[in-house]
């Protein structure tokens, strides 16, 4: 029986606990706002708010309803846009409105309940109302009307304090005032306990499992983890850095902490997918799924992170990431393990951090090539390197013999352009919808360069590596 507030009532539900919460909304309860466009996380139409009670406190992001199975809802307030009617239009319908921000109203919805949950969120959420709605597409508009709408909401958002926020939100008719109990009746509800059987799966966001084998999943077992306090956080401890396996990788984007040893954090992590998947997909989720092109896969090869896996209290293990990639989807992982935490070392002043991404569109796609370096440097001499690149070999690949070759080397365009070379010698691109061969091969020469550009541009210019390139 999987419990949840929809709204402002309970649901208590026997049916699948892998059944997409989209299919629930519209098809059992009849919500027909919430709209079933892509059915794989892109379009935005599916997306509601996600209410879960964190040390206590009620917390709103946004999720698409369409990846994520019923199990993972299981003591949360899932709200829909007919659950933001007042008896008038909230202020966020009427920007949409004055705007002509609506025409066909298909993707309207989505737009209404992301800009919600941007006015809902804490300090930590979307930097603004445009990064907000990432993860909606509009095909009518041209986006104008909706980015003036959006102005609107950001207008508001700056009239909004940080205190009471609940009983704020209601004041300026945001949400209805019903929300003002939904704390109280969250608590009375216990978290899903981890189901299993014989043919169990593990899910963690489900936003690669419920796109690659939505009607597998909707029949089995499932061990949920998504909500697993011992495997959720980041924690800081003697420079080096904890982060629970199921955490999504909203929270790394926004840790404060962590933004402080990452200055570019926050830009990295806006090139990968949505705001909505962030939300919701993890960090073991992206290493697990494997893809040859998994951005946190890349970042945390590239900082050279340990993984601890677990398959029961007197069977644990740690490994390095660099030894988790084995062949194309085959990881050094049991079949009764699941992956716990990851640590690393947090960088030290003389250490230097960048990761690149190219893909067909800036946002909401996935990489042609993508690729991190770490630098440690002492006196223009490089001490330490690791180099990680996407979408050249089967697996995330750590470039093991470039790193190697830059360890020792001083800062100048001949290292950079002899990095290449070996780095040209450790890859294996193919062909594919995402480029050539030979253009990955120039892709991971330019990210290269770009590493040594962005990193020491006091000591590498841009005419200086093709010069001796050439
Ligand atoms: C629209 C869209 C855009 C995307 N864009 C990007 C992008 O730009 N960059 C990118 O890298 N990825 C992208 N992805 C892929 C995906 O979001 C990420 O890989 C995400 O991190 C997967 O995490 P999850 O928790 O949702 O995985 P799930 O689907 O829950 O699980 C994936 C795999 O991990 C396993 N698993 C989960 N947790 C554990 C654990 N603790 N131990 C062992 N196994 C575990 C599951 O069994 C499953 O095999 C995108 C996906 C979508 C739908
Ligand atoms: S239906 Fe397109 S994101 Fe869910
Ligand atoms: S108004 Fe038609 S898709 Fe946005």
Redesign the pocket.
């Known amino acids: 029986m999987i419990s949840f507030i929809l709204n402002d009532r309970l649901i208590q539900t026997d049916k699948p606990a892998g059944m997409p919460l989209l299919d629930f909304i519209r098809y059992e309860q009849d919500l027909k706002g919430t709209k079933s466009g892509c059915r ?3 379009c935005g139409a599916c997306t509601v708010i996600e209410g879960k009670l964190v040390n206590g406190k009620l917390q709103y992001r946004t999720i698409v309803s369409c ?1 994520t199975p019923l199990g993972n809802v299981q003591g949360k307030h899932i709200v829909t846009v007919e659950g933001l009617n007042t008896e008038k239009p909230s202020p966020v319908q009427v920007a949409l409105v004055e705007h002509n921000g609506t025409q066909c109203g298909f993707c309207t919805p989505g737009f209404v309940v992301s800009l919600t949950a941007y006015l809902m969120a804490e300090e930590t959420g979307p930097e603004n109302a445009i990064a907000a709605i990432d993860g909606n597409i509009c095909r009518c508009t041209g986006y104008q009307s909706i980015k003036r709408a959006s102005e609107d909401v950001e207008k508001l958002k700056s009239e909004l304090t940080g205190s009471d926020s609940i009983r704020q939100f209601i004041e300026k008719k945001i949400i209805p005032d019903w929300f003002g109990n939904i704390e109280e009746r969250l608590k009375a509800i216990p978290p899903l306990k981890k189901l299993s059987g014989e043919k169990t ?11 690659q084998q939505p009607d597998d999943i909707r029949g089995l077992d499932i061990t949920f ?2 909500d697993a306090d011992d ?1 959720k956080g980041i924690s800081f401890q003697n420079n080096y850095c904890t982060i629970g ?2 955490t999504p ?1 909203s929270e790394i984007m926004n840790s404060i902490e962590l933004q402080r040893h990452f200055p570019k954090l926050k830009e990295y992590f806006k ?4 705001t909505q ?1 962030r939300n ?7 290493f ?2 494997a ?1 040859p ?4 896969s890349i970042i945390f090869l590239a900082l050279n992170a340990d993984i601890y896996l677990n398959e029961n209290e007197d069977r644990k293990r740690k490994i390095s990431l660099k030894d988790f990639f084995l062949d194309y989807k085959k990881l050094d ?1 049991h079949a009764s ?3 716990e935490k990851i640590v690393f070392r947090l960088p030290d002043t003389n250490t230097r951090f960048h990761f690149e991404k190219v893909g067909k569109r800036t946002h ?4 042609s090539v993508n690729s991190a370096i770490l630098l440690k440097t002492e006196n223009d001499v490089i001490t330490e390197a690791y180099l990680s690149a996407g979408g050249v070999s089967p697996v995330p690949l750590y470039l093991k013999e470039t790193s190697a070759f830059l360890k020792g080397k001083e800062i100048t365009a001949g290292t950079v352009v002899e990095a290449n070379h070996i780095a040209q010698q450790e890859i294996s691109p193919i062909s594919d919808i995402r480029g050539s061969e030979a253009y990955k091969r120039l892709l991971l020469r330019q990210l290269i360069f770009i590493h040594f550009l962005e990193l020491f541009p006091e000591m590498v210019l841009f005419n200086e590596l093709i010069d001796v390139q050439t």
């Open positions: 794989e996380g892109d990846l799966i593990i899910i963690g966001g489900g936003t690669d499992l419920m796109v983890l998504h495997l396996a199921e990788a090139l990968i997918s949505s998947i919701m997909g993890t960090l073991a989720g992206n697990v799924n893809s092109i998994g951005d946190l992982l393990e699941i992956i909401l796609d996935i990489a």
